[in-house]
Nanobody, 119 residues
Framework: QVQLVESGGGLVQPGGSLRLSCAASGSNFRVDTMRWYRQAPGNQRELVAAITRAGRTDLADSVKGRFTISTDDARNAVYLQMNSLKPEDTATYYC?????????????WGQGTQVTVSS
């Protein structure tokens, strides 16, 4: 099993910044692509950002120019730097990773962290 634990959510005013972190833990695993999704009440879960093991990134149009995704050197943690936050960014943010453990590849999810943008 691979565990993903998010942190860094909270309440921030419009125009503010937050940095989300997600750490992968376990034994004998390799993480490939890592992603951030978000889901607001009444909405479907949407992909916000992704980063491959090679460092290639992809961002949703709604966050381009404001959010940045990155990983640590070991590729076992992923970060989402969120700047110029808007009320419509309010959602629960989930970390997601493609990981291979004992030759079996599957997706893993974190428990989610709440981000609220409000004055």
């Amino acid at each position: 099993q691979v565990q993903l634990v998010e942190s860094g959510g909270g309440l921030v005013q419009p125009g503010g910044s937050l940095r989300l972190s997600c750490a992968a833990s376990g034994s004998n695993f390799r993480v490939d692509t890592m992603r951030w999704y978000r889901q607001a009440p009444g909405n479907q879960r949407e992909l916000v950002a992704a980063i491959t093991r090679a460092g290639r990134t992809d961002l949703a149009d709604s966050v381009k120019g404001r959010f940045t995704i990155s990983t640590d050197d070991a590729r076992n943690a992923v970060y989402l730097q969120m700047n110029s936050l808007k009320p419509e960014d309010t959602a629960t943010y989930y970390c997601n990773a493609d990981a291979t453990k004992w030759g079996i590849s599957r997706q893993y999810w974190g428990q989610g962290t709440q981000v609220t943008v409000s004055s």
